[in-house]
């Protein structure tokens, strides 16, 4: 059977909060679509700057930028960048692991970054408990800055991803 990738886990669940933001969307003229589409484009592009910096000593021409990155980054040990996975229950993509100050984290780069959801936390929960990291982070591309998520409910995510991947193979099952 199919494993769900751990966005496909996240899909599960009602987002009332994109309703809102897609109608925002329209109501300014715009396509969902060509504005994933370009944000898209612009992550891809940020995540392989950072990666080509971060691995390969690639310069970055914007000074400020890695001014940014190394206020982050500068003292961690860079242990992967995208890396995929699969385990018994799911796969997923990782955008980043480190090691930073003794502390092994996994963390998601995000565009702008304004208050963790749900989403977020069965995210990096589920990487979490795939690579065996202490920590989870959201690292703000907008801002970058890095911003340490909270555990406190950690074992209530991890059963919530548990029981998306039985909805999941059940759903399979059913079509």
Request: contains cysteine.
């Amino acid at each position: 059977m199919k494993k769900p990738s751990v966005t496909e886990l996240c899909d599960i669940l009602n987002k009332p909060a994109l309703l809102n933001w897609a109608n925002k969307l329209g109501l300014q003229g715009k396509s969902i679509k060509s504005y994933s589409k370009n944000v898209l484009s612009d992550g891809t592009r940020r995540h392989k700057e950072i990666e080509d910096y971060l691995l390969h000593g690639v310069d970055i021409d914007d000074i400020s930028l890695k001014e940014k990155i190394e206020s982050i980054f500068g003292s961690s040990e860079i242990i992967s960048i995208e890396e995929s996975f699969e385990n018994d229950h799911y796969k997923g993509r990782c955008d980043i692991r480190f090691i930073k100050d003794g502390i092994n984290y996994v963390a998601d780069f995000k565009r702008k970054f304004k208050k963790p959801y749900l989403e977020h936390y069965i995210q990096l929960i589920a990487y979490k408990i795939h690579f065996g990291s202490e920590k989870i982070a959201i690292i703000d591309l907008s801002e970058f800055k890095m911003i340490e998520l909270s555990l406190y409910n950690e074992n209530e995510v991890k059963e919530l991803i548990y029981n998306l991947v039985n909805i999941y193979n059940l759903k399979q099952k059913m079509i």
